[in-house]
Nanobody, 123 residues
Framework: VQLVESGGGLVQPGGSLKLSCAAS????????IGWFLQAPGKEREGVLC????????YFANSVKGRFTISRDNGQNTVYLQMNSLKAEDTAVYYC???WGEGCPEYVYEYGYWGQGTHVTVSS
């Protein structure tokens, strides 16, 4: 059972990135998938989640209108589209999976985690 994030990198303010969370060893379609970020020196916090029924839940008001989440069950992958990026979005981004319908809000509620992908927003 594994989650692998990809798509991070260096981007200028105002730019876009699309992160991917690919699963192997299990099927994502029965799981809620959350995206979390961890900035240097800070705790991991929730950004956005998609339920197994494809309903998004925003954990961070700061990303509303800029970030969207989607899933492709055929590819067993969940995506985080990040637009209008700001310096304060700089962090390591993690995806996590929780079996069931709803989107848990807290880190400890997710059973599976990826290794993270770095996003740096800087000019």
């Amino acid at each position: 059972v594994q989650l692998v994030e990809s798509g991070g990198g260096l981007v200028q303010p105002g730019g876009s990135l699309k992160l991917s969370c690919a699963a192997s060893g299990f099927s994502l379609d029965s799981y809620a998938i959350g995206w979390f970020l961890q900035a240097p020196g800070k705790e991991r916090e929730g950004v956005l989640c998609i339920s197994s029924g494809d309903r998004p839940t925003y954990f961070a008001n700061s990303v509303k209108g800029r970030f969207t989440i989607s899933r492709d069950n055929g590819q067993n992958t969940v995506y985080l589209q990040m637009n209008s990026l700001k310096a304060e979005d700089t962090a390591v981004y993690y995806c996590a999976a929780d079996w069931g319908e709803g989107c848990p809000e807290y880190v400890y509620e997710y059973g599976y985690w990826g290794q993270g992908t770095h996003v740096t927003v800087s000019s």
